[in-house]
C-alpha cells in the first residue's frame, strides 16, 4: 500500500450525474482514489446508512465500471457479505461510505464489529472516506435527521477525528445555525464544516486542507468562544474531474 498515513476525506459530496450512467465518480471521490497513491485502487463501497440498498449499490459498481476502478459492496443486511469482515475490508486502497442514517449506521457498525476494523484500516493507510453520514461517522458528532425530519445532535462518532463535522452546511437551511448552537452550549466540540460539494482532508487527526467540486464552494472552521460560536472560512482549493 503506497500511502501509509491515516487519511480521512470528509464530503458532502462526491458523485456526479453520469454521462451514460445514473451516477459518475466526481472530483470528491476520485481524489479520494487519488490520495490511495495505487495506480489501480480497490475501492469498497458501504451503503449501511441506507440499509444496504440494492439499486445505490448497483449503481456504485456501474459508476466504477465506467472509471475502470474494481467496486466491491460491504453489507450486513440480511446478514454480513464476508466470513472475516476483517480480511474483507483491509483487502481495499479506500473506504467510501454513503449517506444516510448515521445512527443506524453506527449502532450495526458496532454491533458488527466494524468500528474496530475502520480504525486498524485507517491507521494501516487505507483511506477513510464518504459523504454526509459518511463523513460525520469518522467525527464526534455533528447534526442529523436520523431520528426525525427536525435536525438533532448526534455525538457517538467512531472520533478518529477528535471534531464536530457539519454536512450540508449551505443547502439544509437549519444545519448551519444548529450546529453553532451546539458548539456554543458545549454540546458538541470544536469542528469543520462543508458546504455541498465540498471536503475535509486529515492525515492523522490534522487538517491538511479543504477541497471543493463546485467553484465558489468553501469549508469552515467553527470554534466556541466565551459561549458563542466563531466562524471561520478555509481556503478551499478547486479540484478538477480528471481521473485518479
Known sequence: MANREPTILATSGGLVRGRRTEVAFGPLL????????????????????????TAHGLRMIE???????????LKLFPMPNADELGAY???????????????????LWRLHGLDTIFKEAWE?????????AGSLCWHIGGTTDSFSPDLTPVTNGLALLPYSNGVHYDSEPRRRPLFQELIADGT?????????????????????????????????????????????????????????
Open 30 to 53: 476520485n481524489y479520494a482514489l487519488e490520495l490511495s497513491g495505487v495506480s489501480k485502487p480497490h475501492l469498497l463501497y458501504v451503503g449501511t446508512a441506507m440499509g444496504d440498498e
Open 63 to 73: 459508476a466504477g465500471q465506467a472509471a475502470g476502478i474494481s467496486v466491491d459492496l
Open 89 to 107: 475490508v483491509l483487502n481495499h486502497d479506500v473506504i467510501w461510505v454513503g449517506g444516510g442514517s448515521v445512527a443506524n449506521l453506527l449502532a
Open 124 to 132: 494501516g493507510g487505507i483511506i477513510l472516506a464518504g459523504v454526509s
Open 188 to 244: 458538541l466540540p470544536n469542528g469543520y464544516a462543508t458546504e455541498d460539494g465540498t471536503g475535509l482532508v486529515y492525515q492523522g487527526t490534522t487538517l491538511i486542507e479543504a477541497v471543493t467540486e463546485i467553484k465558489g464552494k468553501t469549508a469552515y472552521r467553527v470554534e466556541r468562544n466565551d459561549d458563542k460560536a466563531v466562524e471561520t472560512i478555509l481556503p478551499t482549493r478547486l479540484l478538477t474531474n480528471s481521473k485518479h
